[in-house]
C-alpha cells in the first residue's frame, strides 16, 4: 500500500488495525456475518490480503467494528448530510464502510488526530475502490468534520 506507515512506526499497528476492521465490516456487510463472527474470522485466519494488526491493536479493531455496527444509522446520517446529492445506501458498499470507520473513530478515539484519519481513510479508498473514491471519501469526510468540529464532538 502506498499509505502504509514505516513498519516499525507506532502508527504502523493502526493502520493495519484500520484495514483489518475495513475487512470485518465488509464481512458483515456483504457476507452477512456478525460483528462477532467477522472478527473471529479475522483473529483466527486472517485474510491474506490483510496484515495481522497484532495484540495491542486488536482491541482498537473489535471497538471500531462494533461501534460502526452499532452505530451505522447515525454514522451514515452524518455520512449522508455532508454527501449532497447522495444517498448512502447508493454509494459503493466500500467507500461507505471507509467512510463509517472514519467518523466512527473521529468521534469515540479522540486520541486519534481527525486529519490522519481522514487520511487513512483516503488512502484505503484509493488502494481499494481507486483515485476518484478517494476524491469522494476526501469531500465527505472533509465536511463531517467540520460539521464534529462544529458540534463540539471533535478535536483538531
Known sequence: ???EPEPGSRWAGRHRARVAALQALYECEVGGLTPQQALGVLHHAGPPEVNDPGEDEYAFVIALVKGAMSQREGLDERIGEA???WRVERMAVLD???MRL???EM???RDSPPRV???EAIEMAR???GDEAAKFVNGVLDG???RLKEDGLVNE
Open 1 to 3: 500500500m502506498t499509505g
Open 83 to 85: 454527501a449532497k446529492n
Open 96 to 98: 461507505r464502510l471507509v
Open 102 to 104: 472514519a467518523v466512527q
Open 107 to 109: 468521534m469515540t478515539h
Open 117 to 119: 484519519v481522514i487520511s
Open 127 to 129: 488502494d481499494y475502490s
Open 144 to 146: 463531517v468534520f467540520k
